[in-house]
């Protein structure tokens, strides 16, 4: 990531945007800048501004503040249909008294895009998507993914240089939905356009974007690539945030012990060697550690340190088999093989990969 | 007697009207009962249904108006109507109503039915004294010299002839005008014996000529009700107006005085006869036996010489009895009183007509006369048919 | 075990008794007044009933002499065109101002009022309301000519020609109020990102309004229209009061005859032939709505 | 770590390219007030506004004119003297053949119309509708259809009938008949408002209150009733507005001690004496419509969501 | 699944149900016993019946043919109310109305119980489900997870039998459907109460069921433990609908190999040496093999049979990290370590675990 790039290294940018409803300040100061051809996702709670964002970019919503540039292009106060972006909605928002073939032209035709042009232009589309045999049909006539792909097509035909969608998948059902994650991938490889995506769904998240931007009340917290936001959190919101079920949560404090730093909580030491960064962790400081479900091994004699912990809660989830155990005063929550079944109430021994673990400040909550 | 309450109803609102009732109701009170009155404004056509329905939806009023004629015929038939025999035969009616035509509308099967109150003649002419002035022509003697009069008028920004609107306006001028244009006998052929072939004769199409005059003198007289058409000539918008002896009334209440701010002409000041409609009031079966008493308290009060007189002479219209002293009348009204001592008299086409047929004539009439497409011709045709088919 | 299954099956009348009890006023409305109702006056159509009903029986006199009579005919075409008209310009204003009143405007509370508050009055004050404003001596047309135009002429109510479209102004002051407040029900029914959507796609908002949003109000039209075209087969207090269907017989209207013939000409079988006709208009209007609205493949949700 | 020091060094990074960005539009569009499209719109709002006023102010105006100034001036002239005898005229002295009590009188008698037609209706209208969403039944819509077509009915078609009816069960000329003449006619509309509302309501909280063991009558009173206050809303506006207004039930199915303010309205307009007293019956027009105009006024913001609640689905 | 038990050893006893709307029929004839205490999920696509059955079971539809027993008693024209059942909704259907504490009372108010025992069982299920503080406020103050928590309160006061939830948690965003999931699966461990539970979404079913009916256009496909289900699915529909992503499916014909049996297809031979079944498959028979994801091992030379294949596209998803490769003609899915990252066209080698995969016959659509 490169911020002090100039603007027109940038397809989309964002200066010190702000907007308010009213009194309500929703975006505050908001910097962006998103690369040409990348896909970003926007991800947050309900409720944060992903999707005032979003209008602004397109223009369907005027900034109080700041300013937005499009291909280098200074479109703050441009109308949406000049600013070479497609959006996407959750709702698909077809016309629906019009057929598959009418919806994806009409744009074209409001143009007056010569006819022959549009054609093409819509074949080329319903190729991409493999809607050609839904052209005839009206909207109420197609399933949920039929819709969302008819929706994707109309920003398709537009040519436009930037994608915009707002959680264009939430409305499927969760078969549906990983299917055209899929192709949404599959899409943004080919056509290698920028790509803006906002949703509340982790899992879409990073399987499909470039970069995440985690946003919280108007603010972005972390803007990364998904391993990044995945094995380092900034904050503690983001670690909670992303991974499910969430990452397991210790309050305690730093404390040395014998030539490496440790960190204790409920009367109970945990070995902090091998944290990326355990040089710059002092003594005596209140913090919190963070460790996710998946690196804490089950019973699996590794050598190393090992806690006791009892299972309260088994949760088989097919591939893998979530277990909530007790430990200390914590409950914890563990994912192992879903072939390996444990019974309520057996003990069993933890060992922690702190390699991986996050620790963060206890006030700033930042990692440290 | 108990005084007891007797709801009248009737659909005497104007300001003359009003005045008259009250009379009636002075003379009812005065008999230790209590006159509740039960007006409804905007003319038979609106009373009457409601009155009709509440007779025959078994919440019957005390007393009612109707035209006097064939109105209440059915409601007689069905038993849902008082009868007076008794009280007519008491009070000597026969002997003391005039003329006798009267009655006889209220009788059915030999039965007295109703008791009328006045004579209406619906064959006057009222013209504006001082819209003539204006206009710089003598006031006219009849209808000829009055349609002779008309481009004066309308010179001068006056509207010769004030027409209402209501349909009954147009209808009441056109028989008007055939008594005073085609005489007693014609009127009598048509509307008595329904006689298609007169009606469709060259007499009636005089008659439709003079109709056709009297549409175009109308012209732009925008009013609904017949007294603001009176209104017009009391102010001298208009020259005169085609109207019955209630206009009078309204002269009155404006304090104009006959021969001097108005002039009359009976007949059209073409054949002096008169027709004797008017108002009678009915008396609904009642099972309450005091309401019963009271309502022939009521029947008898209203014939009383001296409620004759008072109702009368605020009504503009003639008594129903020839014993009583109009001293007190107006020019117009005595030479309505020396026609009827004459003997030229007509009955009204509320009595020779059925409802269902005047409501046919003012369809037709109303039609002509707002519709100047429309030729006497056309209408003649139309109006031949309705007579061969009245009842 | 099937047939012990049939032994606890309780009575079909008596399930949801409470239901089936408390439709009784309804389910007595609907046919006692409304089918007994229509059965009796269709019945004595078809006699020479006159003040009172009677049954002598006359086949289709009254249907015959009410076809023959010009001010039937009359009526039938005004309210044919008043129909037409009304119902184009209700719908044409309402949604205009609807469509207005939707674009973020400020006092959109006064303006509702403003546009509303005559549905609050009734027919006959809204007549005579405009009887006066529209009478030539005092109302517009001798304001304007007062004003200098003295040729000017606007005199509907006493020009049988333009008659019905001085009821017609009247009506419409009456009645658009609640079609616009339909409408703006409609339009804020209307899934946001559609507009959005076309933004993006870059309609001009007046074909988003003609060729999407208008399309994808039809739920909402179907029920104005409905709403507006009772009214109009039964507008009568309006014409009443403002010109009693004058001039002459120019702006009659059948609700108008039936109400006349039954109680003022005391013929009430002319009147009954007449409602019939106006029934069978009713049936011609509602039957293919109905279709459409509770037919077969009617849609979900 | 990297990314935590680019994202600590960016807003130096925007400090240095500032100048170059701050070129151009920045913020909020202008939108000037007096843009074509604000002058369009309201424009059009301010004409149309006109025109559905006029009438209002020509009747207030006149009704505080004196006859003499109404005579001489335009009825859209201010008055140069206001006078309130029109309206004391109106209210409490303009005759009706001998009745000189003017407006007070039908007043209190469309009160005594109007609320027991209006409770009575909507609680016949509201059950109905209730019964027709959520416990249909078979032939409830049958019925309902039936009902529906009856509001196309012209009102004078079905007054014999009821006329007839009434008598026969000996109610006629009662209030009661009066009310029971009201909710018949209220009820196709009503019903069909309160079904689509009830319909819309989420059907899962009905069948909640079944499992809960409430009944018919329990969830109609304690679950739905509570919900539907903006229907509740529209239809008192609708009744009231309807049954205030009503002239030929209230004419026909009354007799003169009891006839509402409309009756009274038409007796004194359409008893003219001499010349029409415009001023006495524009005072009392906006008397009688007095109670549903203010009924709008408070109400309107409620008419409109429930009219999108009710009438717009289903 | 004993499809022979008498109806008074299960709970809740379904017996040749029918239910038609109109001329269609959404119910074919279906049996079900549940037994006393148990947790059974109902899990199918949107519109196969679920809701339907479960508002039968509820007396909230009535059925067109057949019985349902509830504690032994045949309840089939019973009132909803006299059946002993709860039910919770997806749309919580809370009475907007009144407070928490009237929503949970209200059926006892109606059922004209004294308000001191009302007071104690609405106390109990507060606390049982840590919502005492909410009990004043109404529906609207509460966040959708509160709100799902006094809908079960309102099942808990009255002391039922059986549970019936019908999608309760469908309404909620993942972390808070992850919570509550926990949540339920505790009540009902600690109430003993038998519960049917409706949901569409796997992981629900898998987490909180003992057995899974797993139902399409009304039909039940399979009745199991939720670990059979998983591993050995019936047939095809159950194997596809379980387990996200889907398991691959590879057409072909059995083959004789060497001594064993395999399987080929698009002219690979796989060794199904090792399946659990194998001495049931005949040669020459046309088959479907399914293999899950997390079965197929990539570049981790278990020493048997591999297969070349190249990475089509990589979803990292936290936790793991998606394949979707290349192989002979198919596409196929592939679930790894989430810190294991693969660049798109690199080729690996997979080796394939055929003793969890399922054969299926390609025509019945069975497990062989
Ligand atoms: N037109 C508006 N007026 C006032 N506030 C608004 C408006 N639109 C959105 N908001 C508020 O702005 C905030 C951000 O809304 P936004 O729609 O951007 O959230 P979101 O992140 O997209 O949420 P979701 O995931 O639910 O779509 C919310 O708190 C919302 O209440
Ligand atoms: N009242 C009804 N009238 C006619 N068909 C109905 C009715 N209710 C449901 N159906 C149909 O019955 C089928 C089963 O519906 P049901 O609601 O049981 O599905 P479901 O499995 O609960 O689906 P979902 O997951 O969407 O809730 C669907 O095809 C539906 O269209
Ligand atoms: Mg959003
Ligand atoms: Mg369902």
């Known amino acids: 990531m490169n911020m002090n790039s100039t603007v027109s290294n940038a397809s989309v940018s964002i200066k010190d945007l702000s907007l308010n409803f009213g009194s309500v300040s929703v975006l505050k100061d908001l910097n962006l800048d998103i690369n040409d051809g990348e896909f970003l996702v926007l991800l947050g709670s309900s409720g944060c501004g992903k999707s005032t964002l979003l209008n602004c970019i397109a223009g369907l919503l005027d900034a109080s503040e700041g300013q937005i540039f499009i291909k280098g292009k200074n479109v703050t106060w441009e109308e949406p249909k000049d600013r070479g972006i497609g959006m996407v909605f959750q709702s698909y928002a077809l016309y629906p008294q019009m057929t598959v073939e009418k919806n994806l032209s009409f744009g074209l035709r409001v143009a007056k895009v010569p006819q022959a042009e549009i054609d093409k232009r819509v074949a080329r589309a319903a190729e991409i998507l493999q809607i050609q045999p839904l052209l005839k049909r009206k909207p109420a006539e197609l399933s949920g993914g039929q819709r969302q792909r008819v929706a994707i097509g109309r920003a398709l035909v537009r040519d436009v240089d930037v994608f915009l969608f707002d959680e264009p998948l939430s409305n499927l059902d969760a078969k549906l939905r990983s299917e055209l994650r899929v192709e949404i991938k599959r899409l943004h490889q080919s056509l290698e356009n920028t790509m803006i995506y906002v949703t509340h769904d982790q899992i879409e998240a990073l399987t499909l974007a470039d970069r995440i931007a985690i946003m919280k009340s108007g603010i972005i917290q972390q803007l990364d690539d998904p391993t990044t936001i995945y094995n380092r959190p900034r904050n503690l919101f983001v670690a909670g945030f992303i991974g499910s079920p969430s990452m397991n949560f210790l309050r305690g404090e730093l404390i040395q012990s014998g030539d490496g730093i440790a960190f204790r909580a409920n009367g109970v030491n945990f070995s902090l060697a091998g944290y990326d960064a355990s040089e710059t962790l002092q003594p005596g400081r209140k913090v919190v550690l963070g460790v996710r479900p998946e690196h804490i091994k089950v019973n699996e004699n590794t050598g190393g340190e090992e806690h006791d912990a009892t299972v309260d809660i088994e949760e088989p989830m097919g591939a893998d088999n979530l277990l909530w155990l007790k430990h200390a005063g914590h409950t914890m929550s563990v994912r192992v093989n879903g072939a390996r079944r444990f019974s309520v109430g057996a003990k069993v021994k933890l060992s922690f990969d702190m390699t991986v673990a996050s620790v963060f400040d206890a006030e700033s909550e930042l990692r440290l | 007697a108990n005084a007891t309450d007797l709801e009248v109803t009737h659909w005497w609102t104007s300001g003359g009207e009003a005045a008259a009732v009250a009379e009636l109701a002075k003379a009812f009170d005065a008999t230790g009962n209590h006159w509740v009155d039960g007006a409804i404004a905007g003319s038979g056509g609106t009373a009457r249904p409601i009155m009709i329905s509440r007779i025959t939806g078994g919440d019957p009023m005390g007393a ?59 064959q006057w002419l009222w013209l504006s004294n001082a819209a003539f002035k204006k206009a710089g022509v003598a006031v006219p003697k009849n209808w000829d010299e009055f349609v002779a009069s008309a481009p004066a008028l309308e010179k001068a920004g006056i509207i010769p002839l004030a027409v209402g609107g209501q349909p009954w306006q147009a209808t009441g001028a056109f028989d008007v005008l055939m008594v005073a244009v085609a005489g007693k006998d014609v009127f009598n052929k048509v509307f008595k014996d329904k006689d298609a072939t007169v009606a469709a004769g060259p007499e009636i199409a005089k008659v439709f000529k003079a109709a056709d005059d009297a549409r175009k003198m109308s012209k732009g007289s925008n009013v609904q009700d017949w007294n603001q058409a009176t209104n017009l000539v009391i102010t001298g918008k208009a020259g005169g107006q085609i109207m019955g002896d209630w206009a009078q009334g309204e002269f009155q209440v404006a304090k104009q005085v006959a021969g001097k701010d108005y002039t009359c002409l009976p007949g059209l000041g073409v054949n002096e006869i008169i027709s004797t409609g008017g108002d009678a009031f009915y008396f609904p079966l009642l099972k309450d036996e005091e309401k019963s008493k009271a309502q022939a308290v009521l029947a008898k009060t209203l014939l009383d010489p001296k409620t004759q007189v008072a109702f009368n002479l605020k009504k503009g219209s003639l008594p129903v009895r020839a014993d009583v002293d109009l001293a007190a009348a107006n020019d117009c009204m005595k030479k309505g009183l020396d026609i009827l001592a004459k003997g030229n008299v007509i009955q009204g086409t509320d009595q020779l007509l059925s409802a269902d047929s005047q409501k046919q004539k003012e369809d037709l009439f109303s039609e002509f006369f707002a519709n100047p497409s429309m030729t006497p011709e056309d209408a003649q045709k139309r109006f031949a048919k309705i007579i061969a088919s009245a009842d | 075990m099937t047939g012990q299954a049939q032994a606890g099956r309780p009575n079909k009348l008596l399930r949801n008794l409470n239901a089936k009890i408390a439709s009784i006023p309804m389910i007595l409305t609907a046919l006692v007044i409304f089918v007994g109702g229509t059965f009796w006056t269709v019945f004595y159509s078809f006699t020479n009933s006159k003040l009172l009903p009677r049954l002598s029986f006359v086949g289709i006199d009254q249907y015959e002499r009410l076809w023959a009579a010009p001010r039937w005919v009359t009526a039938i075409e005004n309210l044919a065109l008043y129909g037409i008209l009304s119902l184009i310009f209700s719908l044409v204003i309402g949604f205009l101002l609807a469509a207005l009143m939707d674009q973020k405007i400020r006092f959109e509370n006064t303006f509702r009022t403003i546009f509303l508050y005559p549905f609050a009055l009734s027919f006959i004050v809204t007549g005579l309301v405009w009887q006066w404003i529209l009478n030539p001596e005092f109302g517009v047309q001798s304001v304007v000519r007062s004003l200098g135009w003295t040729s000017f002429t606007f005199n509907p109510l006493y020009t049988p020609e333009i008659v019905i479209y001085g009821i017609l102004i009247a009506a419409l002051w009456q009645g658009t109020g609640l079609v616009m407040c339909l409408m703006l029900a409609g339009l804020r029914g209307i899934d946001e990102d559609i507009w959005k959507a076309a933004r993006v796609d870059g309609i001009p908002m007046w074909k988003t309004y003609l060729l999407i949003v208008i399309p994808m109000m039809r739920p909402v039209f179907i029920t104005t229209i409905v709403i507006i075209a009772s009214g109009i087969v039964k507008v009568y207090d309006l014409v009443v009061a403002q010109t009693s269907g004058g001039p002459g017989i120019s702006s009659e209207v059948p609700a108008k005859y039936v109400y006349d013939y039954m109680f003022q000409a005391q013929n009430l079988g002319q009147g009954f032939a007449a409602s019939t006709m106006m029934l069978v208009t009713v049936a011609i209007i509602i039957v293919p709505w109905a279709y459409l609205e509770f037919g077969g493949g009617r849609k979900r949700g | 770590m990297a990314n935590i020091e680019t994202l600590n060094t960016t807003a130096a990074g925007i400090d240095a390219v500032a100048p170059r960005l701050g070129e151009g539009p920045r913020g909020q569009k202008p939108r000037r007030a007096l843009s074509a499209r604000n002058i369009m719109l309201y424009g059009t709002l301010g004409v149309a506004a006109l025109y559905y006023l006029l009438p209002l102010y020509v009747m207030v105006v006149t009704s505080l004119k004196g006859m003499p100034e109404i005579r001489l001036g335009n009825i859209f002239s201010p008055p140069m003297e206001i006078t309130f005898e029109p309206w004391v005229k109106a209210w409490a002295e303009a005759c009706t053949g001998l009745n000189c009590d003017g407006l007070s009188r039908g007043f209190w008698n469309s009160v005594r119309i109007t609320v027991p037609s209006v409770i009575i209706s909507i609680a016949i209208a509201s059950v109905n509708g209730y019964a027709l969403a959520n416990w249909r039944f078979k032939g409830s819509e049958l019925f309902f259809s039936i009902l529906i077509i009856g509001a196309f009915i012209p009102y004078q078609v079905m007054i014999y009938p009821i006329v007839i009816i009434l008598r026969e069960i000996g109610i006629y000329g009662t209030l009661t008949g009066l009310v029971i003449v009201h909710s018949i006619f209220g009820m196709p509309i009503l019903t069909l408002l309160f079904r689509n509302y009830f319909v819309s309501l989420p059907e899962e909280l009905f069948k909640a209150a079944r499992v809960d063991g409430a009944g018919f009558w329990q969830i109609f009173l304690q679950i739905m009733l509570p919900m539907s206050l903006p229907i509740f809303v529209v239809a008192m506006i609708l009744q009231v507005t309807g049954i205030w207004n009503d002239f030929l039930f209230g004419v026909v199915f009354t007799r003169p001690d009891t006839y509402p303010m409309t009756v009274q309205l038409n007796n004194i307009v359409n008893s003219v004496q001499g010349v029409k007293e415009y001023n006495v019956n524009m005072a009392a027009t906006i008397l009688t419509g007095l109670v549903p105009l203010i009924v709008y006024f408070v109400s309107g913001r409620l008419f409109v969501r429930g009219i999108a609640a009710g009438a717009v689905k289903g």
């Open chain 2, 64 to 122: 009612t108006q109707f035209n006097h004629g064939r109105q209440a015929e059915e409601l007689v038939q069905a038993g849902l109507m008082r009868d007076l025999t008794d009280v007519a035969t008491a009070e000597h009616w026969k002997d003391i109503i005039r003329p006798s035509s009267l009655l006889d509308s209220c009788t059915i099967d030999g039965k007295i039915y109703c008791a009328p109150v006045n004579i209406h003649s619906w």
